[in-house]
């Protein structure tokens, strides 16, 4: 495994990399941002450790940001060096994207047990992959659909860093929870799969009793996702996959479905869910109708606050606008071009 390191202090710098290296890893130093990032663009290595402090065109939030924006293929483990007990730094960081601190001055063992955490992780990424090949499978019968998932997890973890960086939602988000939502919001509707195609594929409005049938594909995937949880019952990853699947489709004033959930009932991860896929859902053509501008969806959702949508979300969202573009914009499907 090799680890990127990037420190404009030159002894810390090769502190780290001695220490790595006796520890049998590959080290790449870097002492600019902007290197490292190029480095982890051509693939070089997918673990990088980071000082909070770096200075340059590139500091250590944009850093953060850049890689979680670009969306690389596979996940990309941040480690960033903060001073000891600074939490400001410790809260912005994660909200930046990090996934874990290594404390300076640092302790050559901690150091090294975290970037094996880190390689515990990055190797669960196959995992990833195949979880998210499984929503697609699921997704693959709607053809309308497009990259709907790939945008609605994006979303996603972007509400959720942004309330992490609100005090009251401190204790209920974590870096995990953060990639939790990232990895499992994909499997939302794989309940679709048992909704007969004359349903599903309908190019109107659904009537009441297709409506009704429609609406279990939220408990059909919970019940899928708790044929899993049995047999773990303590994998937090299907906890949340399964808090999703059941609750995406509940609104705040308790007239969702399926259970009539209402306010902090419903899960913060289906909460935000919730927003991320009808946002998604208005700024795509559907068989049922044509894509929504921006400006319209966000009105619409502005106007179902505190109705259907956790006012908390929503804002969330209006203070993400420029992200939530830019996403739409990486994830559209273009028309191949013919030569
Ligand atoms: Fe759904
Ligand atoms: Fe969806």
Known sequence: MRVIVVDQDRVTLALISN????????????????????????????LVIADWE???????????????????????YIILLTLRNDTQDRVNGLTAGADDFLAKPFDPDELVARVRGGERVLSLDTR?????????????RDPETGMHLERVQSYSRLLAQELFSRDQYRSQITADFIRW??????????GKVAIPDYVLLKPGRLNDREFAL??????LGANTID??????????????????????????????????????EIP???????????????????LYKDAFSHEVAKSMIRAAT??????????????????FLTIRERFTERPPILT
């Not at 939502?181 to 794989?190: C, G």
């Not at 303590?234 to 808090?243: D, H, K």
């Open 306 to 323: 505190g109705t259907q949508f956790d006012p908390d979300v929503v804002d969330a969202f209006l203070r993400n606008e420029a992200a």
């Open 214 to 219: 429609m609406k279990t594909h939220t408990t």
């Open 128 to 140: 990833n992959v195949a979880i998210f090949a499984m929503a697609k499978l699921a997704e693959s």
């Open 54 to 76: 770096l200075s340059g065109k590139i500091n250590a939030p944009t850093l953060c940001q850049t890689i979680r924006r670009e969306e690389m293929w596979g996940y990309v």
């Open 181 to 190: 939502v990232y990895l499992t919001s994909p499997l939302h509707d794989i």
């Open 227 to 264: 044929i899993a949880l049995k047999k773990f019952p303590n994998v937090a990853f299907l906890q949340i996959a399964r808090e999703i699947t059941a609750t995406h489709h509940e609104r705040i004033d308790g007239t969702g479905y399926p259970t009539q959930m209402r306010e902090a």
């Open 19 to 46: 220490t790595l290296t006796a520890a049998g890893f590959e080290v790449t130093a870097c002492d600019d941002a902007a290197e490292a990032l190029e480095l982890i663009r051509q693939g070089i290595s997918h």
């Open 268 to 286: 913060l991860s289906g909460r935000i869910v919730a927003v991320a896929d009808v946002y998604d859902a208005l700024t795509s053509k559907r």
